[in-house]
């Protein structure tokens, strides 16, 4: 679903879920799913965009061709 993302939501996104994971506050186990998701998320993120920046690529050469 991320690499659906063009390349430059999915950065958007990673960088904003990183800050607002940041400032989660609240009971213990809510700031540990916070923590890993501030470090999970942005890594998936940027991955969808690195899939869909090859994607692009593939699609022009082959417009190319």
């Known amino acids: 679903l991320v690499s659906r993302l063009p ?3 999915s ?4 960088i904003g879920s990183y800050f607002v994971l940041r400032e989660v506050k609240g ?4 700031r540990t ?3 890993f998701g ?3 998320l942005p890594l998936l993120f ?4 690195g ?5 692009r690529r593939s699609r022009r050469r082959k417009a190319r061709q």
């Not at 950065?11 to 990673?14: D, F, H, K």
Request: charged residues 10%; positive net charge; contains cysteine.
């Open 51 to 55: 899939m869909s920046l090859i994607r």
């Open 33 to 35: 799913a916070a923590t």
């Open 11 to 14: 950065v958007v996104c990673a």
């Open 7 to 9: 390349w430059w939501a």
């Open 46 to 49: 940027l991955a969808g965009a």
């Open 27 to 30: 009971s213990p186990p809510l």
């Open 38 to 40: 501030r470090i999970i």
